[in-house]
């Protein structure tokens, strides 16, 4: 289906919930070291309740290792600094859906690789973010919508 990426993340029961999307809708989640948690903490394993071991999971030890091992081509890099909406760019099963740590987004530098590809949400002005998970769901099923209509 799709590959989720997580680049630093921060909150265990974020990544928890993210994992548990991931197993309901057939995606591999990556998670890029270093981690706010350790991926066998508990409070990880709660979030994503029973799914956790049912989860295509990747580990990258390092944002350098992921870089040089996928093809940026078929990378979106979730941001508010982008111009394009997520819903204004095709998807194609096998892309990967990257997201930065909940404090800190990801680095310029990475997205700067590839500019043409950072998507935002559209949000009011009241606000500052969504929460990691929301986020991941509103763009995932966004790509799962495009390419598949009703998803069952």
């Excluded at 630093?8 to 270093?34: F, W, Y």
Aim: contains cysteine; aromatic residues 12%; charged residues 25%.
């Amino acid at each position: 289906m799709f590959n989720v990426v997580l680049v630093h993340p921060k909150i265990p029961p974020n990544t928890g919930n993210i994992g548990r999307l991931c197993v309901n809708t057939g995606s591999t989640l990556h998670l890029v070291k270093p981690l706010g948690f350790d991926i066998s903490d508990k409070a990880v394993k709660r979030a994503g309740l029973d799914y956790w071991h049912k989860l295509d999971l990747k580990i990258w030890e390092s944002l350098e290792e992921f870089v040089t091992n996928v093809d940026l081509s078929r990378c979106y890099f979730a941001t508010t600094k982008a111009k394009k909406n997520y819903f204004e760019v095709s998807y194609k099963p096998g892309d990967f859906l990257v997201f930065g740590s909940e404090t800190k987004g990801l680095p310029l530098d990475l997205m700067q690789r590839k500019w043409d590809h950072a998507v935002k949400i559209p949000m009011s002005k009241e606000g500052r973010s969504l929460n990691l998970a929301v986020s991941v769901g509103i763009i995932l099923y966004e790509a799962i919508r495009q390419n598949f209509g009703a998803f069952v």
